[in-house]
């Protein structure tokens, strides 16, 4: 058992609550289940786990096409059939054709790895519940080799969902859950402090204004994340903006500099532009 | 303590079962964390509660339960699991909590299973030393908890703030029950995806095709499957003006929800009741109107079909031709509205108004008997039932 605790690392701002549950999953062994808004953090949490607990990462990034399976492993049978009509050796020892998925890499380390399933809701309904046994017990059957694989270390498995499908209770009833919650401002201050370490405090304090403010804008198809305020920082200090241009007399009156990076969608700026507008017309 | 905390949650309306309540206990018994309340209660939560939306219920109940909690954990190194245990035992248990241990599968089980998952984390981590059946004066040392239970100590600083973090209620706008958000409407509009294996044959069935490729001695005998695709068709009628107004913004996040969920999704405003014309431009409204007729003609019967609004007006806009507020009527709503449910036998009716103002009502009624009483509360848990029927 591992007697270190996940605390964060130094990129990566890590609130109690979320330590908490990483840690109760540490401790038992069982799958963790993180939930959040888009941006919050959720598929780099697994990475710095490994960074912080000092062990290997596996990645199994999941798309509508991918089968529990393939975490498994996977029967190369065209390899085979091509091999068969070539007349290739290889074709007798079906071995030759089993293709290791994540969790197998995982459980033949011999160290504890830290496996992130990433966006588990993308993919079939059925998926979570075909991984139940495997994630449970930590091990599996290779039905064309006859072998039971069993994990040395039951690995650290950090799941993620952006919540596109409902899982099913079963699934859920194995895991430890957390839903990463927007972080508020005091959080925020440390995130960015993560990424530009010595930021002008006059700045960031006028830009998470307006970032919160822009949150607010009831109506936004798609609200800025910390991925875009983080994007936005980088522009406003490639391009000098002093923080006065981002004050809120000014940000009635205008879009606030740069905004192309905080609102991606043009029906957003739009929105924001009328709003604007309708501000200055009620000022007059 | 964790016992009645255990049944406070599920009378609180949280699905917690057994399982997830042992592991709970699990994690107490490794005493891995010198723990004080506020990590106590980030722990429970993360075995405990598996949606977000049920967050904020899972506060109340914490904070109802845990009241002065500080006070009741005693000074810094008490042993809750043995506390506890010991407690649960002496005290016993009154006849209301036993019918209820009965109801949840019996105190056998639920001790059985506690029994034997400490025995195997015993035997993983003590290497089979010999607690079990040591017995002692703890009623409970037969189980082979850790003895030394967990610390609850008082470190740190947070015990002076002034909000409990469940006090705070941060969670509070994710609750089902109440608020309907762009997020948590695509989860129940998903319920409506339906895999069926429909159409051409589109994409390689490898097994087959080797399997095949086998018994024909080798050659290649290439097998198709069709293709999975979404194959939901939705006719959505979203209610415009008037007394929608304060909804409107709702049936807005409704509408954008589904749009990005469907290969197949036609929508169409009316106001009020549905009649012989319907728009899908609001400002063009008077100019551009879809004849209902025609749209009967051009939408197969396998369309799905949701009405939005709250149907809140004067009866006579439902039972009477000439009854609309807007243009003269023909014909009665009432009339189109069973043409629409004559063609489109899966249809639901989504109604904004808060549910208790639904009995009075009278139009509410008279939709809802036209509906067939298929009409449901635009909150997400009346958005899952509508699903449900309609799928
Ligand atoms: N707590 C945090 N500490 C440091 N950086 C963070 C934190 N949260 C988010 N970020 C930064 O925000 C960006 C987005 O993070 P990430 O991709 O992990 O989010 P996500 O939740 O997986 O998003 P999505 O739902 O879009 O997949 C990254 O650049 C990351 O560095
Ligand atoms: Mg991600």
């Not at chain 2, 241990?101 to 089980?109: D, R, T």
């Not at chain 2, 998952?117 to 040392?141: A, N, V």
Request: hydrophobic fraction near 40%; glycine fraction near 6%; charged fraction near 30%.
């Amino acid at each position: 058992m591992s007697d270190k605790r996940f605390t964060g690392t130094d990129c990566y701002v890590a609130t109690e609550d979320l330590t908490t549950a990483v840690n109760a999953a540490v401790t038992l062994g069982r799958p963790i289940l993180i939930k959040g808004e888009p941006g919050t953090g959720k598929t780099q949490l697994a990475q710095e786990i490994a960074r912080g607990l000092d062990k290997p990462l596996l990645q199994w990034h999941v798309k509508s096409t991918t089968k529990a399976q393939q975490g498994l492993y996977e029967y190369d049978a065209v390899a085979r059939l091509r091999d068969s009509q070539l007349g290739d050796e290889r074709v007798h020892d079906i071995a030759n054709y089993i293709v290791k998925g994540p969790l197998w890499e995982a459980f033949e380390l011999d160290k504890q790895a830290v496996l992130l399933i990433d966006e588990i809701d993308k993919a079939d309904i059925e998926f979570p519940n075909d991984l139940l046994r495997e994630l449970d017990r930590m091990e599996f059957y290779v039905y064309e080799t006859h072998q039971t694989i069993v994990a040395k270390h039951r690995p650290i498995i950090v799941i993620t969902s952006n919540n596109e499908k409902e899982l099913p209770d079963a699934f859920l009833r194995r895991c430890f859950f957390h839903y990463i919650r927007f972080p508020d401002k005091e959080t925020m201050v440390d995130i960015v402090e993560v990424h530009y370490p010595g930021l002008k405090k006059e700045l960031l304090s006028e830009a998470l204004n307006v970032f919160y403010g822009l949150r607010e804008v009831p109506g936004l198809k798609k609200k800025p994340s910390t991925a875009e305020l983080l994007d936005w920082l980088k522009l406003l200090l490639a391009e000098d903006v002093p923080p006065e241009a981002l004050s809120s007399d000014d940000r009635r009156k205008t879009l606030p500099p740069l905004h192309g990076a905080l609102l991606k969608n043009e029906q957003d700026v739009h929105l924001f532009e009328r709003l604007i507008f309708l501000n200055q017309r009620n000022a007059r | 303590m964790l016992v009645s905390f255990f049944f406070a949650l599920r009378e609180g309306g949280l699905k917690v079962s057994i399982t997830e309540f042992l592991t709970l206990l699990e994690l107490l018994k490794k005493r891995v964390i010198c723990f004080d309340v506020e990590e106590y209660y980030y722990l429970a939560r993360a075995c405990l509660v598996k949606d977000e939306a049920l967050y904020d219920r899972f506060d109340r109940v914490f904070s109802a339960h845990f009241k002065g909690i500080e006070q009741s954990f005693g000074p810094a190194g008490a042993d809750l699991p043995e506390d506890w245990l010991r407690k649960q035992f002496e005290l016993g248990l009154s006849e209301e909590e036993k019918a209820r241990i009965q109801a949840l599968g019996g105190w056998e089980i639920l001790m059985e299973t506690l029994k034997k998952r400490l025995e195997e984390q015993h035997e993983r981590h003590q290497g089979g030393d010999k607690w079990i059946g040591t017995g002692g004066t703890s009623p409970f040392g037969a189980y082979g908890y850790n003895p030394e239970g967990i610390r609850i100590g008082q470190q740190g600083s947070r015990h002076r703030r002034a909000v409990k973090v469940w006090d705070k209620r941060e969670f509070r706008n994710l609750d089902a029950s109440l608020e309907l958000g762009t997020r948590n409407l695509k989860v129940a509009l998903r319920r409506l995806r339906r895999f069926a294996r429909e159409g051409a044959a589109e994409e390689l069935d490898l097994p087959d095709t080797i399997e095949s490729t086998a018994k024909n001695a080798g050659l290649l005998d290439i097998k198709m499957v069709p293709e999975r695709h979404n194959a939901t068709k939705v006719l959505l009628f979203l209610d415009i003006g008037g007394s929608m107004d304060d909804h409107v913004r709702v049936c807005e996040e409704l509408f954008s929800a589904a749009s990005s969920e469907f290969k197949h999704l036609e929508y169409f405003y009316f106001h009020n009741c549905v009649y012989e014309g319907v728009w899908k431009d609001n400002k063009r409204r008077h100019l551009h109107r879809t004849s209902t007729m025609d749209l009967l003609h051009k939408y197969s019967a396998d369309y799905k079909l949701i009405l939005v609004g709250d149907a809140t007006m004067s009866p006579y806009e439902i039972h009477y031709p000439g009854g609309s507020v807007e243009h003269w009527n023909e014909e009665a709503g009432s009339t189109w509205m069973k043409r629409l449910l004559d063609t489109y036998h899966k249809a639901i009716w989504l109604n904004p108004e808060p549910v208790n103002r639904w009995p009075y009502t009278p139009s509410i009624q008279m939709m809802s008997e036209l509906m067939e009483q298929r009409m449901f509360p635009l909150t997400v848990n009346g958005l899952e039932q509508g699903m449900r029927e309609l799928s």
